[in-house]
Every structure is written in C-alpha cells, then in structure tokens.
C-alpha cells in the first residue's frame, strides 16, 4: 500500500451497525488502519489517545452529533486542521452543506456512498495540505446550528404525518413492510428534537452571559 497510509488511522463515526460495518470492512480492506467511534463522545475519547490522519463521520448521532464534534475539534489547535469528511442522508440540503463546510468540514458526501468518488477523496485529503480553519465562536455556532435543527425538525414532521396517513391506505402485508422505515423516521425526529432542545438552552445560558 501506499505512504499516504502511514500518516495514521482513519476514524470512522457512525451509529448505524450496518452502516458502519461496511464503512469498516471496505476501508480495511483497501488498507487503511481503521478505528471506530458510534459518537462523537467516543470519537473525542479516542483521538485525545491518538490523533487520526482523516476522520469520517455521520451526523446525526446520540450523545455527540457530527456539527458538534467538528466545532469542538475546530475549537482546540491541536485538532483544528484534521480533516473531516460528513456523510449524511439526513442533512442533504443546500443550507445544511453551507453550514458544515462554515464549521469547519473539509468534505461532504450523501448516503449511500459512492465509494468511486469516496476513495479519491480520501486519498486527496491524505496526501494534501491541511486546510485552514476558523471556528466560529459558541454562539454563531449555536445559533446557525438551530436553524438547521429547526428545518430538519419541520421536514421530519412533514415526512411522519405523510407516511402516517399513507400507513392508513396498506394492508397488513404492505404495512409490515413499511413499518420500519416509519419507526426510523420517528426515532430521527425525536433526536433532532431533543439536541434542538439542548440547542436553545445553550443559546439561551450564553445570552444571558
């Protein structure tokens, strides 16, 4: 294999088993030392023991969301330039690109993976510089960080009421088959709920600051 794999460890973070398997075995085997994180709490704890040379994350996750692990590697020098790569089906609009690359993101890709272009990528950010970055503070953050919750939480719940009054036109076969996909989207919402609530309370503390 190549020099460019001597740099380090990729990191991968990703709370969908399936998802992150995948990531994992296909990385592996074209090479790269491969380590893996289900959060972004997890990530931290394991780059703060050996930094990676590229890290690979999804964005919505438990306990550490993607937007908030990068503005905290953004935050510290000693992680600043590390490269990060977001994969989401998820935050996919125009805005939610502007916003990750404005935290600090190097690159964006939409499940499911292109691993055609995935690989390229990987191996450019590997071989090239570090890209400068400038965090922003905890309230720009914050504050755009909201906007893109509340967007996602108005899609979610348009999505839910859709697929809902969709449930009530199958029949039980149909119904068994779609069941799953429903639950998934209310679990989603219910996430971004929760770090939106999180979100305005943060905001409100350093208001008041």
């Known amino acids: ?9 990729l990191l991968v973070v990703e709370d969908v088993p399936d998802i992150l398997t995948l990531l994992v075995a296909t990385l592996k085997f074209k090479g790269y030392r491969v380590e893996t994180a289900t959060n972004g709490v997890e990530a931290l704890e394991i780059i703060q023991r050996e930094r990676p040379a590229l890290i690979i994350t999804d964005i919505l996750m438990p306990k550490m969301d993607g937007f908030s692990l990068v503005h905290r590697l953004r ?3 000693a992680t ?11 935050y996919v609009a125009p805005e939610d690109k502007e916003f990750a ?3 600090g993101v190097t690159r ?7 691993m055609e272009r995935f690989f390229p990528e990987i191996d450019s950010l590997l071989a090239g510089k570090a890209e400068e970055t400038r965090p922003l503070d905890e309230l720009q953050f914050y504050e755009g960080y909201k906007k893109r919750l509340e967007a996602k939480l108005k899609h979610k719940n348009t999505q839910i009421a859709r697929d809902q009054h969709l449930y009530e036109t199958l029949d039980e076969t149909q119904r068994q088959a779609f069941k799953a ?7 989603e919402r219910d996430e971004i709920q929760a770090l939106l609530n999180e979100i ?3 905001i409100a503390a350093l208001s008041k600051a």
């Open 108 to 114: 964006f890709i939409e499940k499911p993976v292109d």
């Open 101 to 103: 690359h404005t935290i």
């Open 200 to 202: 305005r309370e943060k």
């Open 181 to 187: 996909s429903m639950q998934n989207a209310i679990r």
């Open 80 to 90: 600043r330039d590390i490269p990060v790569i977001f994969l989401s089906a998820t």
């Open 1 to 9: 294999m190549t020099s460019l794999h001597s740099k380090g460890y």
């Open 75 to 77: 935050l510290d020098p």
